[in-house]
Structures are given as structure tokens and as C-alpha cells.
């Protein structure tokens, strides 16, 4: 048997564990669940991952691993995506800490409610704040790339991935990325990676 | 010179970190940064943390290490509140994520909306949404925890620590737990612990 992915397509956080996948090359079948329908809520899926949500990794043994971060970085272990040095692999953590702490609340949230509530959904008075918000995070980005390739120890890995997902397409959230020429610079440099797909491949 | 923690006493993030640096018994210095008065927003702590959030731990050649769990993970590499196996790990991380993205925001804004906002501020008016998403989270926590001792590995271990540190004041964010019997034994279990110390101590 090999990796089972629980899936859904526009899904920033599942996008980094196909990317992932790919990038390693690894053979797996991919399971797509629509938030949107409930398909995550089902008993038979709750069974699996009792907290309801994508993405989760089957493993060869059968066992279930939520959470795209500690997905990646189960993945990553023992390859080039996650460096060796224990403080290096902290930082990894920070960033990927970072990501879903402050970054996927604002980015992928504005994106999330563009994408998915009607255009009189009382979620959109959400967005001028999210907005406000997502900008503070990309300033934490900007001057951190500037001196930088890549987020950790001068390489591309799994911090990199992590925050590439929802960045890439902030335009969707209404989020313009044009004051951010580092930011910029770094999604070119991700996307030029060896074996990269783009987050419409499944 | 000593680790400096960048502190806040009733932060349940930065419990996390004071706990297993006692539980370790390494010494450090700590200093205590007043958020509800804009000190984490200083120009000098922005230069050292640009995301301006604590807690941050510096290290002995001066780097900053921000985000609670990534100091975790860093202190805990090659001690027994790691474990070593690779899906044990990527386990332990699968929880503090779980923490951080859905425990954190329902049961410590709670907590923080009770005590650090007045009576008649409108952010109350979140709490009874927040209620019924901690409950959500209580209710993945239960079961798991009923035919365990600890969250991963049979052992305590950081993962422990990243969800005791809100769960145990989950009353002071009018939550509670006494629907979860399991819950509230492995409270203890974690409150038994060696060189355990309460939230309130620097």
C-alpha cells in the first residue's frame, strides 16, 4: 500500500503537502474531500481524523497524520527539505509556526472568504481587518528575504514551502503583493525549483 | 551569559516555555514585557523579534528564537521530552499545531477576552462562538486522551506541555471541563510531573 493524501484541491495547506510529494517523489493516491460539501464531517472521515479537517497523510501502515506542517516535516526528515542543524530545524518550526499563527489566518482567510461566501456574506465585513493584518505579515516577510534566498540556512526547504502556499495567491484574497519586491523575487525562486507543480495539479 | 526568555507571566505561551525550562533546570534570566502596554511593540524588542509577539527565547550566541513551540522543539531535542521516533515526532508536532490552530484561538482568546477587556467591550461578543469551537477542540482531545496517559509515545513529553498550559485555565475563560473526565486526569497526571511549576511562577 502506499500514501493515501485526504485532499482538496484549492486548499493552500494541502498544495504544500502535494508539493511536497512531488518535489520527493513520491507515488501516492490522493482522496479529494469538498470542505465545501461537508465531505470532511462525514463519520467514516471522522473516524480517521477526529479534528474533521484537510490535509491528512495515510501511512504505509495505515495510521492517519493531520496537520500539513508536522506532515511536512514528517516527510522532510532525513532529506534536503529539512536542514540538519538543531537550530536550523527550529527555525524551520518558527517560520512554519509563523505561517499558521499569523500568515493563514490573514492571507488564506481573505482568500478563503473571496473564494467560497457570497458577495452579501456577512463574513466580507471581515476583510478590511484580515487585510490590515496580512500586510503586518508580509512586512515580517519583506525585510527577512532581503538579505535572504530562502527562509532558513540558505536553502530552499519546508519553511519555504509552507510559506509559499497561501503567498502565492494573495492576489485571490485581494492582497497586492506589489510592495514587496523581496517577497517577489522569493516566489520566482521557489517556483524555478526542481520538480515544483503548480497548486491546480493534483 | 544565560538564555533570556522575553516573558509575559500570564501568558499561557509563554508558560510553556518557563515550564520545560524548569523541568530541565536551566538556568535564565527572564524578562517581563507588559503587552496590553505596547512593550512588545517597542522599537528596541521589534529589533529584536520583528514580529513583536512573545514569547522569544535568546540563546547564548544571541540569536532570538520567537514562536513558543519552535522554543520547544529546540530545547527538547535530545532530552526525553522528545521522542525519537520519526512518527512519534512528527505526532508531538502534530499536536502543538493542533494547539496552535485550534485550541489557542477558541480556549486562551477566551481567557484573554475575560481578562484583559472590560465588561462592556464588543470583543465579549465573540465568547459564545469561541465556547462552542473550544468545546469542538475538548471533544478531540477527549477521547484520545481516554485510553492514554500522555498525548504521544505513552510518555509526557512537549506535546503535554503545549496543551496544558491553556487547558488548565480554560475556567478562566469561563470553559468548562467538567465534561471531560479524561481530560481532567491527565491534568493531574501532567500537574504530577517533576519539577512542575504553576503559571504563576516566574
Known sequence: MMYR??????SGNSYKVRLLLAQLGIAHERVD???DQGETRTPEYLAKNPNGRIPALELENGEILPESDAILFYLAEGTSFLPERRLDRARVLQWMFFEQN?????VAVSRYILQHTAE???RRAELPRLKEKAHDVFQVMEPHLA???FFVARRYSIADIALYAYTHVAPEGNLDLGAYPAIRAW????RAQSGHIPITQG
Chains 1, 2 share one sequence.
Open 5 to 10: 493524501l485526504y485532499d482538496y484541491l484549492s
Open 33 to 35: 474531500l469538498d470542505i
Open 102 to 106: 499569523y500568515h493563514e489566518p490573514s
Open 120 to 122: 452579501n456574506s456577512p
Open 147 to 149: 538579505g535572504r534566498d
Open 187 to 190: 516566489l520566482e525562486r521557489v
